[in-house]
């Protein structure tokens, strides 16, 4: 991509679709973007948790004596000294709150559980002392594999989501079909493994406390912990400018920063907990295993005559998060009849959770081989066989998309990557040192939720602006493309926008998830920004000495820092000026935005996208390199093409990383995760990554919402792990159904 | 029991009165000495978060006891930009896009600065990929990452040539 063309997505006088670079791009180079672990208010005590070395069954003993004779320990929390929560937390608080484990009782439900917090006034002093506590348990015998778990028929999937969607008559679809495929696919527990740490600097102030902590959802959180701890909303206070990577793992409260926040309450002085990286595989969520049997009918022409996915998803053996796989099944290929369904497993594991795409990542892992084994079933090309099998309308419903430009998507990454004239057969491509080369392709596909969201724009005496909205730039860039979207409202550069984000005392900027951020916040901003426009036009039009004078509202345009007449460009007048007449300091737009939900009704709304992969494979070794990887992405109007495609980018990445890197390995025996840190739980590195491109596809969406923006946060992995898969095959001729993909399976 | 420790700190001595023998230098900048631009990501040397400039070489802060560092220099972070102009890596990573989050951002900047400054690197992607692949980015910034060291890496021989002329 160049990042110097102009956009075909920029309206005129537009700022949106230029490639500016991050605004909080200094900080960020130079360490002065500040993270929750990085304050230090006065007096600040450290707070480390000792967690459970068992998976199922109690802590009978705690060495509290030992702990508290250690240097520098001020307190030892346990069950027996815990203060009391406003709040049952065995009881879930909607919308997504989950149950959580703050030392409520000695019982140990999964490993890495904690079992105390000591407070010191050291680090070393705390992690020392959590060391010394020496517990002794009465374990039972701990349940992680898929044949120990208690099965069960969820009310709901992934966030309140349906469990199961039914079309057409699936089984009289299978029974007409020339050919049914029957074919089991295998997910591994992940865990988010964001580079910041989970970790909160906690302030009382009488009943009112000031939380420093990385969240993707600050007003619902600050709702969520005020009930805790039984104060009001307004009483809660958090500070969240950056996040150090959230992937869904810091949009939900959890245990361990609920204690360090009682900690700071009961001795009355600030307390700092960060979880260690082993830590972080146990109660700050991950995203849960999954076994998934995918049933495709075909009839002679290469069609669908019926998809059946069916996923058996992990969550914990107290609360209730299943990956929602199946699901991603629904809104993709043509099929008469289709049937998605999921059933849950019981494990001793902490609660899964959102990890960016919940649901799509893994169930698109599945259904993009399956479909890539259909094809080489009907003997068609995967991309041939796909857009045999498009979904001109959703499938099921027959709703129309509110845009879809997948068609492009298809042709211009087949086109960049030269998938024309690839073999049909596996095993036919040899690079010139004798490595065995693969090609293979997925579809993307991503829905594009929308969250309610305000926002606050100010129009100010020397016409500069200043836009309000409590959300965090955790990478996406939020800080850069949402100050260009009220740019563009308020007629103005972005240069003369100031931004003010990350606290929850600003309007509330909705949640930093499900790829949806930007559109939300962004949607709120421009609406404010509208407002403030259209209240300055009220006081010019309505002004006699003016030169808009008598134009009305909608006689006049905001372009440029002025209001011009849209029947005369000759006469216009700056902001400055018409709030100097006027004698006002400042114009304030306020907005509350959500999504027109007759247009939600009326469509189907989604991102899409097609990846391209190209992998090498050592024939003696089974050693895989992914050596070319080629997206192209349709997703409604793009604000800044710099930053999404490092989210196109960093989406790819994580496809690599599913489909050949990671995976949390349990040891069954004891229910403890053995590769519990950033060595041996594989994500790539840069190395591993070879040369990526993105391609962004010009897609105009008058339905998603006034901005016309959808979502690239998370689509990135859709699409890339099958596309990984299905080259090795084509590399291969071994077609691997389990994930990650291990040179074991290739040579085995 | 106090130990005296003397280390100049990017390009300022300072004496540190250190009370506990078990202080990591990562813990010592962020924790005591108010320089928290250095990231702990896993405290055991495994993702590069830490990595600073121990007398010109880089390391995983995380993994020195300070200690052990008596007469060191440290570079870190905050000692890289001359006031308001950026050093090339810092203004190169920007115009690149390497980085999201930003969290492992001065890990990534103080390993390219130490990994041009060692003259491994050379023109050739592959291997400044490799030569950076002790700094993880779990966003995947890694394209930007490499472009940024490149171009950091050109612009810093240019000058030093047009110095040399």
């Keep these: 991509m160049s990042l110097d063309a102009p956009s075909t997505n920029a309206r005129y006088g537009s700022n949106a679709g230029q490639p500016l670079t991050r605004r909080d791009g200094v900080l960020k180079v130079t360490g002065r973007a500040t993270y929750a672990a990085d304050n230090h208010p006065d007096g600040m005590l450290y707070a480390v948790t000792a967690v459970s070395r068992i998976a199922r069954g109690r802590v009978t003993s705690l060495d509290v004596e030992a702990t508290k004779a250690h240097p520098g320990v001020v307190e030892v929390m346990t069950p027996a000294s815990r203060p009391p929560l406003a709040h049952d937390p065995d009881e879930k608080m909607p919308p997504f709150g989950f149950r959580i484990e703050v030392l409520q009782d000695s019982t140990v439900r999964y490993a890495n559980q904690p079992i105390a917090l000591v407070i010191a006034e050291t680090l070393e002093a705390a992690t020392e002392g959590a060391a010394l506590l020496n517990p002794q348990y009465d374990a039972d015998e701990p349940r992680t594999g898929i044949d120990d778990g208690l099965r069960f028929d969820p009310p709901a999937v992934g966030v309140g989501g349906p469990p199961k969607a039914a079309f057409g008559d699936v089984e009289a679809g299978l029974a007409k079909a020339a050919q049914v495929l029957e074919r089991d696919y295998v997910t591994p527990a992940q865990y988010h493994n964001a580079m910041e740490p989970h970790a909160v600097v906690a302030e009382w102030d009488g009943d009112h406390v000031m939380l420093d902590m990385p969240n993707q959802a600050l007003a619902m959180s600050c709702a969520s912990y005020a009930t805790y701890f039984g104060i009001p909303p307004e009483n809660v206070t958090i500070r969240s400018p950056f996040l150090g990577g959230g992937f869904g793992s810091k949009a939900i409260i959890n245990g361990p920063q609920i204690l360090a926040i009682l900690a700071a309450r009961a001795l009355k002085r600030p307390v700092k907990l960060v979880l260690s990286r082993a830590q972080m595989y146990g109660p700050v969520g991950h995203r849960g295993g999954t076994w998934q049997k995918l049933r495709i009918g075909l009839n002679n022409d290469g069609q669908l005559t019926a998809l059946h996915h069916k996923s058996i998803s992990a969550t914990s053996s107290f609360d209730d998060f299943l990956e929602p796989a199946a699901n991603a099944s629904t809104h993709l290929y043509a099929s008469p009849a289709l049937l998605s369904e999921h059933e849950g497993i019981r494990l001793d594991t902490g609660t899964p959770g959102p990890m960016r795409a919940p649901g799509e990542a893994s169930g698109s892992a599945a259904l993009e081989v399956a479909i890539d084994e259909a094809a080489d079933a009907c003997g068609m090309d995967p991309l041939d066989f796909r857009l045999h099998n498009y979904a001109e309308t959703e499938p099921g419903s027959g709703r129309p998309f509110s845009s879809k430009a997948l068609r492009e998507c298809y042709a211009e990454g087949a086109k960049r990557f030269g998938w024309a004239g690839r073999p049909l057969a596996s095993r036919q491509m040899r690079d010139k040192n004798g490595f065995l080369v693969g090609w293979g392709m997925g579809t993307a596909l991503f829905p594009c939720p929308h969250f309610p969201a305000e926002a606050r724009a100010t129009l100010r005496a020397d016409g500069t602006a200043l836009v309000e909205t409590a959300g965090a730039d955790m990478g996406q860039g939020a800080w850069t493309a949402l100050a260009q979207i009220a740019a563009e409202a308020l007629g103005l550069d972005p240069e003369q926008v100031e931004l003010h984000s990350g606290i929850s005392t600003l309007p509330d900027g909705g949640i930093a998830g499900g790829s949806g951020h930007t559109a939300s916040a962004g949607l709120a901003l421009n609406n404010a920004g509208k407002d403030a426009i259209a209240q300055l036009s009220e006081l010019a039009t309505n002004d006699p000495a003016s030169p808009l004078f008598g134009a009305g509202n909608i006689g006049v345009e905001a372009r440029a820092g002025r209001l011009y007449r849209r029947d005369d460009e000759t006469r216009s007048e700056s902001y400055a000026e018409i709030l100097a007449r006027a004698g006002r300091r400042e114009i304030v737009g306020t907005a509350k935005a959500s999504r027109d939900p007759a247009a939600a009704e009326a469509h189907a709304m989604f991102s899409h996208g097609a990846v391209f992969a190209e992998v090498k494979v050592d024939p003696d070794l089974g050693q895989i390199r992914v050596t070319r990887l080629v997206g192209a992405f349709a997703a409604g109007r793009i604000i800044n093409p710099r930053l999404v495609e490092s989210q196109y980018f960093g989406g790819m990445i994580w496809g690599v990383s599913f489909a050949l890197h990671e995976e949390a390995i349990i040891d069954h025996r004891t229910g403890r995760i053995m590769n519990a840190d950033l060595a041996e739980y594989h994500v790539p590195i840069n190395a591993d990554i070879p040369s990526l491109e993105a391609i962004l596809i010009p897609e105009n969406d008058p339905f998603v919402n006034a901005i016309g923006v959808k979502g690239v946060g998370e689509i990135g992995i859709t699409g890339t792990v099958g596309a990984i898969a299905n080259a090795i095959w084509h590399a291969t001729g071994v077609r691997v159904r389990k994930f990650p993909v291990r040179l074991e399976d290739i040579i085995g | ?165």
């Design chain 2, 1 to 165: 029991m106090s130990l005296s420790i003397s280390l100049t700190i990017n390009g300022q001595p300072r004496t540190i009165a250190l009370d506990d023998p078990r202080v990591t230098l990562l813990d010592l900048l962020r924790e005591r000495l108010d320089l928290t631009g250095t990231k702990k990501g896993c405290d055991r040397g495994q993702c590069g978060a830490c990595t600073v400039l121990v007398d010109g070489r880089r390391i995983n802060s995380c993994l020195s006891l300070v200690a052990s560092l008596d007469g060191a220099d440290v570079q870190t972070i905050e000692g890289l930009a001359d006031g308001d102009a950026l050093h090339p890596v810092q203004a190169a990573f920007i115009e690149a896009d390497g980085f999201q989050c930003g969290y492992c951002t001065p890990g990534q900047i103080m390993s390219a600065v130490g990994l041009i400054k060692e003259g491994h690197a050379s023109g050739d992607p592959e291997r400044v990929r490799e030569l950076m692949s002790g700094n993880i980015c779990r966003c995947g910034a890694y394209q930007g990452i490499t472009e940024a060291v490149l171009e950091a890496q050109k612009v810093m021989a240019d000058k030093k040539g047009r110095n040399a002329a």
